[in-house]
């Protein structure tokens, strides 16, 4: 029942099985190392009080979560421990097996896709009265799957056992488990982790394979630490190398993996030719090996249907001989398996579709099952062009660098599309294999899975409604509700998640305690629901109902709990953004990220990406004034989602988002050079996920072009500004086509950018236009939404600005009042916020009435300009200084105008040395600009000389 312990598998010699076997941690050719606190953690966690309880251990492919859990049952059984590895579809049978047992670990290995583990929980609350009982759970990641069960199986009934979670990650521990061995030449350095388990896989590989023991050059990296199997399989390669693999600059980890892999490929042939398979039309021996390992059924018979629906057809009728050598090369580690799969589906063309036809649920689940998890930790393409995204060409045009990463092709989203298309749904018979996808498929499958899992949803709603019962209703129609969110429906989406809501409500109220978890994330969607379609206040209402209910949970419920507090916390601030509760955005925000950081270091791959994006939302502070605080957080989101980017594509276009709110904040804070090359990377990552999706990646694309080109505006390349910002109004005239709620704002947005830089380029008429129409969308949305009152004011102060421009004044005067007025109403109530805006809008009000010959009462709105912008510039001066040299110019014109020369004198002279500093760092866009103030201030002596003929 149990998998083979220490004491069943021993290193077997050269002759018994291909070298990339040594890697099996089952067979513990390398001694256990770097794992003594996880390990001192787990048997601390066994030998507690509690009657049941369970762990998730998480941790990506090749960490060494199975290695280290063969550790815990070895020295378990010493101790007088029972320990059972739970075979898939034995899980009930498992529980019952120990029932009389007073001291048990059962481990399930990849419990995410074990269907039988509601069912193994609802045994132990069914059988086990006595003794303790523990249950290993290992995966890569948790999510979904795992909170159902709090809320889908008995054991919870009248009870809380406890349920802790552990991740594993890569970094080693500074307490390596591993002696010495002189024999082998093995002198173990303890300072460095990673090339102590580098140099006894070598010592142990190379004797079991009896070779000589290489020297493998390696450089550790601090900050992209290798996992334990890769680690391995570097030394490995280096042995199976030899000299070819001394040559070598330095081990590369990240590689190893296919260098095995080749190895055993280059080994196959004899030996496949031997057994009938042989390369041709009839198909080849790895597209045998791949079918049997993606399909899973490794029987005799399985093999065989692997072999005709890989369309392999062995030599001379050898059918026999070629199913015996299938199952004596199968893979055992799975990330070597997953890159045989990958490999060979990339490289045969309709292979990925003869896989996927015709499967059975079960057959269809255990694909998508193994493509899932090879999405998760996608298999590294052939070629050395691969590479993480890093900083960008400052160019951000739609040609694609030569050294560019090339598109690499997503066999894992291809398979998880086909073989989800292949599930029947056609009758109420179906509900439950089309549960068991939605259930445990997320939609960060990829873009080539999301359209296909978004219809099954579609359908599992639609079957839930005729068939299902009231908690298959509600947690599919919550489902669906969030589907309809994503394809731009949120109106259809909002009465469906009320649905949701109502029948949750419904079921906790039977058993509050019980359905309280689904009761908190239905609420969750529905808030999401309102936010959607800007009825900001339900939003805060359901994100603090759900604050309220975690509280109700028992101490022990945290697991449960916690996810779904973070989020609503999260949700919650974005709610007080929106309704301009700025005072409590911070705490909702440091609250979540709080959560989010202790529930990442039990499962990083779930939650390090909603660290990332709450740590993105702290851009609020920017909008409020604070660049400066928001500065470290929107660092930290970029520095994790390149990390996370490198590992899987699919977080490429979080990356870019992080890096638009990093940019935004350094353009904030008056770093314009850093600002540019971030927006430029964005940019340039926004191009290439457009290239491969245009439809979905187009309102990102026009957000990047529009960053980007609002700072080339404001920093003086105007022309490249154009460019940019015509091509993102384009794309937002037709988003706002077609979805008018969702988008019409952001079309307001690029017109008022695109205004404001063509009258930096002299074309005022064309100016003028744009930003007539901005402010007639302004005024329709902030008839709805309070919100936008900030961005009308914007456009309506930019629209007194235009006129003036054109030499209309008197037009001038009405929109650049109504501005003013508007700002200072926001101003009392956020004035960190808005008195920005509002010293922008009283130094135009001044400039227009200075335009209309009314100097005096210029002067009263100038002088507040002043003094705020004074203010500003204490605070920030890269940002500020530029805007008060431009105001305290203007209130010296104005002075002079009204009289008053002497007092004007001071200002023009400060407002020249201002722009002479100014210039001297930035010629071509400030020179032009200190000839204005030098003008200003030749007027001014002038007249204090000559007072009767200079005005």
Known sequence: MSRPGPDDARSPGPRDVGPAALLAPEREVVPFTGRGHELADLRSWVRSREPVALRLLCGRGGVGKTRLVLELGRRLR???????????GEEVAAVRDVAAVRRVLLVVDDAGHRLGLPDMLDAVAATRTRGRLRVLCTARTGGQWWRRQRWTSTLWAGQTPSVTQMALEPALDRTPEVAPEPALGLEVDRSDDDRVLLDAAAARFARVLRRPVPEVPFEPSPDDRPRALDLQAAALAAVLGGDGERGRSSADPARALERVLDHERASWAASAAAAGLVPGPGGSAEAALATTTLV???????????LRRAGVRPADDRTADAVAWVRAHLLGVPRLAELLVSRVLAEQDGLIEACTRDLGPDEAFGVLAFATAMGLDRPVPAGPSQRGPGPADPDPGPEQDAGEPVAERDVAGELIAAAASALPDDGPEDLAGLMRVTRRLPRSSGPLAVPVLDRLTHRVAELAR??????TRAEALSDVGLVLI?????????????EAVGLWRGLAWADEDRYRPPLCTALNNLGTGYWAVGRHADALAVQEEVIALCGQFRPGDGP???????????????????LGRVGEIEAAQRAALDLYRRLAEGDPVQYEPRVAAVLGNFEALTESGRPEDALPANAEAVAIRRRLAAQRPEHLGELAWSLGQLGTTLEALGRYEEAGSVLVEALRIQRRLADQNARGTRADLAAALSALGALYSTTGRADEALRLEREALEIRRDLAREHPERYLHYLAHSLSNLGVTYARRGR??????????????RRGLAR?????????????????????????????LPPTQEAVDMLRRLVRDQPEKYRTGLAEALANLGATLLDLDQATAALLPMREAVAMRRQLAVENPDKHRPDLALTVSNLASALSASGDNVAALSLAREAVEMRRRLAADLPERYRAELERSRAVLARIEAAIRNPTTVR
Do not use: M
């Not at 010493?78 to 898939?88: A, I, K």
């Not at 005022?764 to 969308?777: K, N, R, S």
């Not at 009152?789 to 001038?812: C, I, M, P």
């Open 78 to 88: 010493r101790t007088g421990w029972t320990v059972v590895h739970v075979p898939p």
């Open 296 to 306: 899973g059924d490794t029987s005799e018979a399985g093999v065989r249907a692997a």
């Open 466 to 471: 005729a068939v299902g019962d009231e908690a």
């Open 486 to 498: 994503a394809e731009g429906e949120p109106d259809s989406a909002v009465p469906v998640l009320q």
């Open 560 to 578: 449960w709990a916690d996810a779904e507090h973070a989020q609503a916390l999260q949700n919650a601030g974005v709610s007080y953004t929106e």
């Open 764 to 777: 005022f008429d064309e100016a003028v236009l744009l930003e007539e129409e901005a402010v007639g969308i």
């Open 784 to 812: 709805r939404n309070a919100r936008s009152l900030k961005y009308l004011a914007q456009s309506l102060s930019n629209l007194g600005v235009r006129y003036a421009d054109l030499g209309r004044f008197e037009e001038a």
